[in-house]
């Protein structure tokens, strides 16, 4: 089983850019995703960003993580 995580792109350098993942900054390749931008939300597995993603979507995403987290502890 895959897990993949959201995240906001904060920063872009080159094929790497900083994104905010639940309240944390990780750098992550943008390689498979050239067109992403600063202040848009990203499908990110394996520290690559896989797939853009909408604002909406993102939140629920992380929501459902959130709720899965609480009851694997």
Request: glycine content about 6%.
């Amino acid at each position: 089983m895959c897990l993949g995580v959201v995240g906001r792109i904060e920063e872009i350098e080159g094929d790497t850019a900083i994104a905010e993942i639940m309240a944390v900054r990780r750098k992550i390749s943008i390689v498979l995703v050239p067109e992403i931008k600063v202040g848009e939300y990203v499908m990110i597995h394996a520290g690559f960003a896989i797939n853009p993603i909408d604002e909406e979507a993102a939140k629920e995403t992380e929501e459902i993580l959130k709720e899965v987290l609480k009851y694997s502890r």
